[in-house]
């Protein structure tokens, strides 16, 4: 059973950092771009980050460029995503994503998702 798994969400202060992990079980995903999609209620998914297979091209965003970094570990089959300066409009649940085929900005793009980690942002 393919499974990706969050970790990390919490509640932080604004202006706080948060390192989200994600951690892939059932099959290797070194070969797959992965990504973080987030959600905020009321509102639609909204891409977050990507990374290629290699780790050597990454994209953001443009809420959070410049104040998240993705990473990833293919020898642990995990993906970070590291969150600076946090704003409490970036209260959210995020999903980690496996990439199918496709833009990385759409979520359509990506085959496998995590269930979700909360993260609040308190003003």
């Known amino acids: 059973q393919v499974r990706l798994v969050e970790s990390g969400g919490g509640l932080v202060q604004a202006g706080g950092s948060l390192r989200l992990s994600c951690a892939a079980s059932g099959r290797t995903f070194s070969r797959n771009a992965m990504g973080w999609f987030r959600q905020a209620p009321g509102k639609e998914r909204e891409f977050v980050a990507a990374?290629?297979?290699?780790?050597?091209?990454?994209y953001y965003g443009d809420l959070v460029k410049g104040r998240v970094t993705i990473a990833r570990d293919n020898a642990k089959n995990t993906v970070y995503l590291q969150m600076n300066s946090l704003k409490p409009e970036d209260t959210a649940i995020y999903y980690c994503?496996?990439?199918?085929?496709?833009?990385?900005?759409?979520?359509?793009?990506?085959?496998?998702w995590g269930q979700g980690t909360q993260v609040t942002v308190s003003s």
């Open positions: 994503v496996a990439h199918d085929r496709g833009s990385y900005y759409y979520a359509f793009s990506y085959n496998y």
């Open positions: 990374i290629t297979w290699s780790g050597g091209g990454t």
